[in-house]
């Protein structure tokens, strides 16, 4: 079937029937950039998992394999990579650390970032500076040049620069990261993209921007809808990385192809095994695999996703608009089209825990980072869930404001 805007906008939205263990219908999950519901075929994908161990015992992994190539082609044509190899882990640190044991630190002990990075890079990157790692963190605003202050960063002790494509905390796009590889490669330093905010919510394909060198890291437990353990790593074409921390799957190339003791030096596997790990639970791939093929059936495509997100973001912030509250209390960025930003309204305020927790309180999941409250809309939900979504937050604001206009505790 092939859904349009307005069909998903209307109540009841035809794509919710496919939702029915999250219950999408019956509550409102505005957290749809950090989590969104999984289709109810991946429960039967959970199963199948469990049944193709039991049937076939230690040979699953052939199984299992089918499964884990199918979420490499699901990322690839998200992607638009035709090229590129990708690795896949549990979580992006995982993917994160062998990519970063695999820089020349020693000869170029310098990495650059922003201040706008999620925790798996932020963390990563302050721990290696305790250690004598030296990490230029370059302010995320002004968005609009963040990439070109990126590239003017740039010398010949830089390893890499780690950016996001959408930043988590206010969902601003970051434009330019083509222009910045090319800076990277002129002066023979690596680019990682953090797509997770982007896949799934912006189209992002690497030849339209040019990155086809780039690497790119990301993960199916946002819009993509794949739940926990499908995180990915995309190397460039000929990558020849050698990453310190892998695990034995690396070298199933060559494995078996000589005797190990004959070795001189680790040997690496082809393409994505170059990062590669060890033994896992192949329970996500088959989950991953099958919600991959749910939305090539209902014809998902980041294209049309994207509509579908533009229009709810539109909704949420002509609503919120609607209420005029006052913008010492909360606010959001007028000054930014909303066609700059990712797939959820970031609203600036003090409060920001406080709303979260008194939104939960009335039937409404949401979240927050610091003084913004996120909500998060997902192609499963109707105008009218997004509706009540608001008018919750406008009883939240004057539980807030108390009866005399003054800011109180929230109730």
């Known amino acids: 079937m092939t859904f349009t805007v307005d069909a998903l906008s209307q109540s009841p939205n035809p794509l919710a029937a496919h939702y029915r263990h999250f219950r999408v219908a019956e509550r409102l999950l505005l957290t749809g950039h950090s989590h969104q519901a999984w289709p109810d075929c991946g429960l039967s994908a959970h199963e199948q998992a469990w049944l193709d161990a039991a049937e076939h015992v230690d040979d699953k992994w052939s199984f299992a394999f ?59 990157l302050d721990r290696l500076a305790e250690e004598g790692v030296e990490v230029m963190i370059v302010p995320s605003v002004p968005v609009d040049d963040l990439a070109e202050r990126l590239a003017l960063t740039l010398d010949d002790r830089t390893a890499a620069v780690l950016v996001s494509a959408v930043l988590y905390r206010d969902a601003r796009i970051v434009d330019g990261l083509g222009p910045l590889l090319f800076a990277c490669q002129r002066v023979g330093a690596e680019l990682l993209i953090d797509a997770y905010h982007a896949l799934g919510a912006v189209p992002f394909l690497l030849a339209a921007q040019e990155l086809e060198r780039a690497f790119v890291v990301g993960g199916g437990y946002k819009y993509c809808q794949l739940g926990e353990g499908n995180a990915f790593l995309r190397s460039p074409p000929d990558c020849t990385l050698r990453p310190v921390i892998t695990g034995w799957f690396a070298e199933f190339d060559a494995i078996s192809a000589s005797d190990s003791t004959q070795r001189t030096g680790v040997p690496y596997g082809r393409g994505g095994l170059r990062f590669a790990g060890a033994t896992y639970d192949p329970t996500s791939h088959y989950r991953g695999a099958t919600v991959f093929d749910f939305f090539e059936a209902q014809h998902l495509t980041p294209e049309f996703l994207r509509r579908v997100s533009q229009h709810q973001i539109q909704r949420l912030a002509d609503r919120f608009d609607h209420l005029d509250a006052d913008p010492n209390i909360i606010t959001r960025d007028r000054r930014t089209p909303l066609s700059r930003f990712g797939g959820f309204l970031a609203l600036e305020t003090p409060f920001a825990a406080a709303l979260t927790d008194a939104l939960r309180c009335r039937g409404v999941m949401s979240d927050h980072r610091l003084n913004r409250l996120r909500l998060g809309p997902a192609p499963y939900l109707t105008d009218d869930q997004l509706d009540r979504g608001i008018d919750a937050l406008a009883d939240a604001l004057g539980a807030l404001s108390g009866p005399n206009g003054r800011t109180s505790p929230l109730s």
Do not use: C, M
């Open 66 to 124: 089918a499964k884990a190539d199918r979420v490499r082609q699901g990322y690839a044509r998200l992607l638009g990579d035709q090229d590129g190899s990708i690795a896949l882990g549990a979580n992006t640190h995982e993917l994160l650390v062998r990519w970063l044991s695999a820089l020349p630190l020693r000869r170029r002990p310098r990495l650059v970032t922003t201040d706008g990075e999620f925790h798996t890079i932020r963390r990563q």
